[in-house]
């Protein structure tokens, strides 16, 4: 079954401590994206690859650090220095550049920070 | 700076009557701009695109440099029309969308 796999689904931290969402992808996709999704705040960009080992800031990027070592891969670390980590968030990725506008989407990880 | 605004959090109608989701945009250069659904338990995905003057599942969009809209409309809603709808900028050089906060559509019996 092709397509963008998030994983956990659901993921419950203490305050202070770090933790990584992991995105893959099977669609021979170059770039990758992650979002937020906040109620009334719609998606908002953390962070953007759009090949292997090179990555982009995106419009909230701090207190999150990403890595892109491979094609298929693109995990995002929310660290203690995110002031706001619970948040639903979204993986994408598309073929290349975003000429045809297409992303494609993962099912989401909800993160909750008690 | 780059910016989608849909003013309407929810907006609800009746099975049967017209639809119109409204967008606005700032953007400095070439707008491109698209139309992104969520139904219920699935994944967001593009639902059209202006470029391509296109009408999926009965919706249309059509962009107003003018009035810098690209508001989404359908002229009878279905109740499987209901569903989150964003509407999205290519921004960055065409690298990257930027999505507006987005409007629930509820469609009524």
């Known amino acids: 079954d092709g397509g963008i796999t998030q994983s956990p689904k659901y993921l419950f931290r203490k305050e202070g401590q770090n933790v990584t969402l992991s995105c893959e992808q099977n669609l021979n996709h170059d770039a990758m994206y992650w979002y937020r999704q906040d109620p009334g705040q719609g998606l908002r960009l953390i962070y953007y690859?759009?090949?292997?080992?090179?990555?982009q800031k995106g419009d909230i990027a701090e207190g999150y650090s990403v890595s892109r070592e491979k094609k298929e891969s693109f995990p995002l670390t929310v660290t203690s220095a995110q002031k706001n980590p619970t948040a639903f968030y979204l993986c994408a990725s598309s073929i290349n550049s975003l000429n045809t506008g297409e992303l494609f989407f993962g099912e989401g990880s909800r993160l909750t920070v008690l | 700076a780059q910016r989608v605004t849909q003013p309407e959090k929810l907006l609800s109608v009746f099975k049967g009557a017209p639809v119109e989701l409204k967008c606005n945009y700032s953007?400095?250069?070439?707008?491109?701009l698209f139309w992104y659904v969520q139904y219920s338990r699935q994944r967001l995905q593009l639902l059209l695109r202006h470029i391509s003057r296109e009408s999926i599942k009965g919706f249309t969009a059509d962009l107003n440099k003018g009035e810098t809209s690209f508001h989404l409309k359908k002229p009878f809603a279905q109740e499987e029309d209901s569903a989150m709808y964003y509407c999205?900028?290519?921004?960055?050089?065409?690298?990257?969308?930027?999505f507006g906060t987005g409007t629930q559509l509820k469609v009524e019996l």
């Open positions: 953007y400095s250069g070439s707008p491109e």
């Open positions: 690859s759009q090949i292997v080992n090179d990555f």
């Open positions: 999205a900028l290519l921004t960055g050089g065409g690298n990257k969308l930027t």
